[in-house]
């Protein structure tokens, strides 16, 4: 992967946060995405939030997958801790590194396709284990990289840039993870950063399993379907001299939604979703209530957006096992190796 820099350059004026940092210390190398693109904006809105959390970089760990989405990594807290894992996998690698070193705060990005699909069950054992991380789902319904095909998440309705009808049902990350014990569910729109801003910063500092799932459009795969200039047409009908590709600038699909509001957002085919902010005393302690309003919001054609779910006295994977205090990255090898003696002891336990 190539990784373009950003300029060092940065106007003194700046404002800084309580350890002196400024936004841009907390940026990494320069998109490679397609201009228009939802994940950046998530990009933007992390950088925000773990600016505004005043965490050090260095106490980070951000991991991901494959796919467009675990692309974006790169692009925030460069001087944080990395990890791109196979694809599917980021939560199993998010596990052993978590009991490895619980002192880290780990933020792992995947993609609808990364997450529901080839990573579903690696997925659903991070969310049983309950993980102390920010898992940040964004999800754009397609296979961005692999040109398009539908996701597990895409609605039932839905048209590929083929003309294609998605009739399969979708796997709603949401329900999913509610339905497995999650500790701490939130949805928004990479266009609404005035909203996901805080629910990053209330996910990062939940002492759990964070599941945020984001809705971030893809620009590349909405372009209309018949379309002599649509890039379907062009491919079939071009003679190539060169295998290349462009990706047309779109503009970034912004709004916000005030507190128990609906509003229609036009995406860059020119479809709509109806994005609804949870209203004012709806109880996010409540699984069975969430789990319902969220089915009423889908069945009416809404997404539900918001802090949906938290359960306040959740424990995490480490204190669930029991694990010491100190990481174990930090014991020295005789007391993580303490002799083949001690291992018969402990052997004969389980005879």
Do not use: W
């Amino acid at each position: 992967m190539t990784y373009i820099l950003k300029p060092k350059v940065r106007h003194p004026g700046l404002p800084t946060n309580a350890l002196g940092l400024t936004a841009r210390d907390y940026e990494g190398a320069m998109s490679t995405l397609c201009a228009g693109c939802g994940h950046d904006s998530v990009t933007a809105a992390v950088i925000q939030a773990v600016f505004e959390l005043d965490l050090p970089p260095h106490r980070v760990a951000k991991l991901s997958g494959i796919g467009c989405s675990s692309k974006t990594p790169t692009y925030f807290l460069g001087q944080a801790h990395g990890f791109n894992a196979v694809h599917g996998r980021m939560p199993a690698i998010a596990a052993g590194a978590s009991a490895a070193n619980r002192d880290l705060i780990y933020l792992g990005v995947s993609g609808d396709g990364d997450s529901l699909s080839i990573g579903l069950g690696h997925l659903c054992h991070a969310i049983r284990r309950n993980v102390r991380m920010l898992y940040l789902i964004e999800n754009n319904g397609v296979y961005g990289l692999t040109k398009g095909q539908f996701s597990a998440s895409a609605d039932v309705g839905t048209r590929s840039k083929r003309g294609e009808e998605n009739r399969q049902e979708p796997i709603d990350p949401i329900h999913l993870a509610l339905t497995l014990g999650v500790s701490f569910a939130a949805r928004g729109f990479s266009g609404d950063k005035v909203h996901l801003v805080p629910i990053l910063k209330a996910a990062l500092q939940h002492d759990g399993f964070a599941l945020v799932d984001v809705i971030s459009p893809c620009v590349a795969f909405n372009d209309h379907v018949g379309s002599t200039k649509s890039y379907l047409h062009t491919r079939e009908h071009a003679q190539l001299a060169v295998l290349a590709d462009f990706i047309p600038p779109a503009a970034e699909i912004t709004a916000s939604v005030e507190p128990g509001g609906v509003r229609s957002v036009t995406m860059h085919d020119g479809s709509t979703i109806q994005f609804r902010q949870v209203p004012d005393g709806y109880d996010p302690t409540n699984r069975e209530s969430v789990e319902n309003y969220v089915r009423e919001r889908q069945r009416a054609g809404e997404v539900a957006m918001g802090l949906l779910y938290v359960e306040p006295g959740s424990v995490e994977m480490n204190e669930n096992l029991g694990t010491v205090d100190r990481p174990l990255c930090e014991l020295p090898y005789e007391e993580l190796c303490p002799g083949s003696a001690r291992l018969e002891e402990i052997q004969l336990q389980y005879r």
